[in-house]
């Protein structure tokens, strides 16, 4: 992609563990969660985006709506 391209993700943050969608059994509550990508977003840092084994890149979170 080229600069000021972007991506957009579509996020679920659950209340609770299920194991048919849940990769972690210590997950944090919704609202800590999106304020950590808040925090990222204020940062104008950029964090590491692992989606799998098939991305692995630094990425600017720019916005996030909630």
């Known amino acids: 992609m080229g600069e000021g391209e972007g991506h957009y993700l579509l996020l679920l943050f659950p209340?609770?563990?299920?194991?048919?969608?849940?990769?972690?059994?210590?997950?944090?509550?919704?609202?800590?969660?999106?304020?950590?990508i808040l925090s990222w977003t204020e940062s104008k840092r950029p964090v590491r985006l692992i989606i799998g084994n098939s991305y692995n890149d630094l990425v600017l979170v720019s916005a996030i709506q909630a």
């Open 15 to 36: 209340r609770e563990y299920d194991i048919s969608y849940c990769r972690y059994t210590d997950i944090p509550e919704p609202q800590a969660a999106i304020n950590k």
